[in-house]
């Protein structure tokens, strides 16, 4: 099989190899390629558990937004991805993709 890449993806795949961070072009094209798969297995959750909360909001199974849910919204996902997490008036004024 051969694959066609952009300079600039040659570059990065060398330097990754020669820092050591991969033995070898094959170990990071392959660590990718787990990680896209990993990412597509997690997005189409997210889109199961989003289609299953549409289903219950229908139904009047949802929970009211108030700042007490965004609050504990916000514990669950600071838990989650850690504390580099957006700071409260950012995770309350700024839309974001998590």
């Known amino acids: 099989m051969k694959i066609f890449l952009y300079p600039t993806m040659h570059k990065y795949i060398n330097r990754k190899v020669k820092s050591g961070a991969y033995p070898s072009a094959d170990a990071l094209i392959r660590a990718a390629i787990d990680r896209a798969r990993q990412r597509h297995r997690e997005i189409k959750s997210l889109r199961a558990s989003m289609n299953k909360a549409d ?12 700042e007490l849910t965004v609050a504990h919204i916000r514990e669950r996902a600071i838990k989650r991805f850690g504390p580099h997490f957006p700071d409260e008036d ?7 993709c998590v």
């Open 90 to 96: 950012t995770f309350l004024s700024e839309p974001m």
């Open 55 to 66: 289903k219950q909001i229908e139904r009047g199974e949802g929970i009211p937004l108030s």
